[in-house]
Nanobody, 115 residues
Framework: VQLQASGGGLVQGGDSLRLSCVAS????????MGWYRQAPGKQRDLVAL???????NYVDSVKGRFTISKDSAKNTVWLQMNNLKPEDTAVYYC??????????WGQGTQVTVSS
């Protein structure tokens, strides 16, 4: 199973980015798809997740600015990030959790927001 994340970049505060993550390989049913981020010197934290039934959850700091969505048929998850702030600067990782209890991570994509 491979997860390919893309869409990161260098933007200015207030700009938008859309991250994509495509999962490929022999994947059993996906239960949850999510995005995490890790800033330099900090732990990797959850940003947003979306479950099979469409349930979503966001960390408070991105509510109203970020939107997670998915296409289950294509094993793809997106993270639309609007009104980006310098504190959003981090490496963003996608993750899937399957029904049979496996977790898979993407390679990470750098998001840098200048003030």
């Amino acid at each position: 199973v491979q997860l390919q994340a893309s869409g990161g970049g260098l933007v200015q505060g207030g700009d938008s980015l859309r991250l994509s993550c495509v999962a490929s390989g022999m994947i059993s049913s996906i239960n949850v798809m999510g995005w995490y981020r890790q800033a330099p010197g900090k732990q990797r934290d959850l940003v947003a997740l979306i479950a099979t039934g469409g349930y979503t959850n966001y960390v408070d700091s991105v509510k109203g600015r970020f939107t997670i969505s998915k296409d289950s048929a294509k094993n793809t998850v997106w993270l639309q990030m609007n009104n980006l702030k310098p504190e959003d600067t981090a490496v963003y990782y996608c993750k899937i959790a399957t029904m049979d209890g496996h977790d898979y991570w993407g390679q990470g994509t750098q998001v840098t927001v200048s003030s």
